[in-house]
């Protein structure tokens, strides 16, 4: 593979991994607001705890998926 290859793949992992946890971080702090709590497990709706769990678990995956890269021997 070449380095250019590497280094493209390398920036578009590291750029999901960030646009995930951005989202993610939004979405939470949204809901904090709205509930007025940082305690959001009691208070939020079914719905909300599926989409925040499942962006949580995107953005970790993304961030393994990007450490993994990173940490290759190129």
Same mark, same amino acid.
């Given at each position: 593979?070449?380095? %250019?290859?590497? =280094? =493209?793949?390398? #920036?578009?992992? %590291? !750029?999901?991994? #960030? ?8 979405? %939470?702090?949204?809901?904090? !607001?709205?509930?007025?709590? @940082?305690?959001?497990? @009691?208070?939020? #709706? @079914?719905?909300?705890?599926?989409? &925040?769990?499942?962006?949580?678990? #995107?953005?970790? *995956? &993304?961030?393994?998926?990007?450490? @993994?890269?990173? *940490?290759?021997?190129?």
């Amino acid at each position: 593979m070449k380095a %250019k290859s590497i =280094t =493209t793949i390398g #920036e578009i992992l %590291k !750029q999901n991994k #960030e646009n995930a946890y951005v989202s993610y971080r939004n979405f %939470k702090y949204n809901l904090e !607001q709205k509930y007025n709590t @940082d305690w959001l497990n @009691d208070v939020i #709706e @079914d719905t909300e705890r599926v989409k &925040l769990n499942g962006m949580k678990k #995107e953005y970790e *995956s &993304l961030y393994e998926l990007y450490e @993994d890269f990173e *940490s290759h021997q190129w």
